[in-house]
C-alpha cells in the first residue's frame, strides 16, 4: 500500500497548534457516531482525553520506521484485545480523526490528505486486526491476577506480588497494564521487577502518586488474596540490544524494576556481563529494595550496586544517579540502560550523550514506542 507520508505530515503541521481542539472534536463525533465505542472508555475522561490522539497521530507519523513499527503495531493489538476492541472499531476511529483535523483546518484542509491519513489507518488496522487474530489462538485477552504478597517497603512505595491465573509469557524488562477492582476499565502501566520464573508469579515496585487511581488503590487498599486484571506483557526493553561485556544500569526510584529484571536474567547466564548498577532516591529511606539487591549481587557475582541519595542534606555526597556515574569514575564504555520518570530518563540521557556514550548505546524503557489507541 502506497501511503504518502509527506502529505501525512505536512497536513498535521496545519493543525497541531490547536490539537487541544481537535480531540474535543474527535471525541464528539466518535461518541455520537459510534456510541457502542464509549462503553470502552472509563467513565471519567479527564486523566486520558489526550491520550487517544496522541496515539494516533504519533503512530501514523511513524509509518516510515517499517519493521520495528510492524512488530510494535503486533504487540499493541495484542494488548488492545483487553479493552473488547473488535475490527470494526479501527475504521471508525481514523473516520472521525481525519473529520476532527478537517474541521479545525481553517479551510485549508485537502481531499488528498483525507485519503492519505486514511490510507495509513488502513494499512494500521490490517496489521493490528490479523495479529489480534492469531493472537487469540492461544491467549486470553487478560490474565486473572491473585494477589500473594502486598508488603510496604516505604510510606508510599508497595513490592506486590501477582500469580496470573494462567502461564504468562514475557520477557525480562517488559511491563504489564493492570486494573484493580476499584476502577473497572483504568488500566495503568507497571515494570514487572523479576525475569520469568518457575512459579509464573510477577512483582511489581508500586508507588502511590498523588491523585493516581490506580497506584493508590494498589498501594493504600489492596491486601493478599485480591484480585487484579492484568494485561499482556508489552515493551521492547531487554538485554537482546546489549551487545557489550560491561553493561551500565541507571535507574531512578521505582525505575529500578525493570532494571532488576535484566540483572536476575543476566545471572542466570553462561557469559554473564559486569554491571554497575545505580538507584538514585531523593531521601536514603526511599532505598526500598536493599535487600533483596544485595542478595542478586550475592548471585550474579559481576554486579556492583551503588546508591545515590540526591535531597537528604544530611547525606554526603548528595547524587542522582547519573551524577554517582561520574563520581565513581565509571566508564561507560558499553551498553547503558536507563528507567526512571520521563524527566529522570531525558536528563539522564542528555548527561551520558554529553559524556560521549552513543546514542544507539543508550536504552530506555518507552524508546521507541507510540503511546495505544485506548488510554489506558
Request: hydrophobic share 40%; net charge neutral; aromatic share 8%.
Amino acid at each position: 500500500m502506497m501511503i504518502d507520508i509527506g502529505l501525512i505530515r505536512h497536513s498535521w503541521l496545519l493543525v497541531a497548534p490547536v490539537a487541544e481542539k481537535v480531540t474535543m472534536h474527535f471525541y464528539g463525533r466518535l461518541f455520537s457516531e459510534y456510541p457502542q465505542i464509549r462503553e470502552l472508555f472509563p467513565p471519567a475522561m479527564d486523566v486520558q482525553r489526550d491520550r487517544l490522539l496522541k496515539a494516533l497521530t504519533q503512530v501514523v507519523l511513524s509509518l516510515e520506521n517499517g519493521e520495528p513499527l510492524g512488530d510494535y503495531l503486533g504487540q499493541l493489538a495484542r494488548d488492545h484485545r483487553k479493552y473488547g476492541v473488535r475490527p470494526e472499531h479501527y475504521p471508525a476511529l481514523g473516520h472521525c480523526l481525519v473529520a476532527a483535523m478537517r474541521a479545525n483546518a481553517h479551510g485549508a484542509w485537502l481531499p488528498a490528505y483525507d485519503e492519505a491519513w486514511m490510507s495509513a489507518y488502513r494499512y494500521i488496522s490490517e496489521v493490528m486486526i490479523q495479529a489480534a487474530e492469531q493472537d487469540a489462538v492461544h491467549a486470553p485477552p487478560s490474565w486473572i491476577g491473585t494477589v500473594v504478597s502486598h508488603e510496604m517497603r516505604t510510606h508510599d512505595i508497595a513490592v506486590i506480588n501477582v500469580e496470573p491465573d494462567q502461564p504468562y509469557p514475557f520477557r525480562a524488562g517488559q511491563y504489564a497494564t493492570l486494573q484493580t477492582g476499584q476502577w473497572p476499565k483504568v488500566w495503568r502501566p507497571y515494570s514487572i521487577a523479576n525475569a520469568p520464573r518457575h512459579d509464573n508469579r510477577l512483582s511489581f515496585h508500586v508507588r502511590a502518586v498523588p491523585g493516581g487511581w490506580v497506584s493508590t488503590a494498589l498501594v493504600r487498599h489492596t491486601q493478599p488474596g485480591d484480585i487484579v486484571l492484568i494485561g499482556p506483557p508489552r515493551g521492547m526493553f531487554s538485554l537482546n540490544d546489549a551487545r557489550t561485556p560491561h553493561l551500565v544500569f541507571l535507574a531512578g526510584g521505582t525505575g529500578l524494576a525493570p532494571l532488576k529484571a535484566l540483572v536476575e536474567e543476566s545471572a542466570w547466564s553462561p557469559e554473564r556481563p559486569s554491571i554497575d548498577l545505580f538507584h538514585g532516591v531523593r531521601h536514603s529511606s526511599e532505598a526500598y529494595d536493599m535487600h533483596d539487591l544485595r542478595r542478586l549481587r550475592a548471585q550474579h557475582k559481576r554486579l556492583r550496586i551503588i546508591q545515590a541519595v540526591s535531597d537528604e542534606p544530611e547525606h554526603w555526597p548528595r547524587h542522582t544517579a547519573v551524577d554517582a556515574l561520574e563520581y565513581h569514575r565509571v566508564i561507560p564504555d558499553g551498553d547503558v540502560y536507563v528507567c526512571g520518570s520521563p524527566e529522570m530518563v531525558r536528563h539522564t540521557t542528555a548527561r551520558l550523550l554529553a559524556m560521549g556514550v552513543r546514542g544507539e548505546r543508550v536504552h530506555s524503557e518507552f524508546s521507541g514506542e507510540a503511546p495505544s489507541f485506548v488510554p489506558s
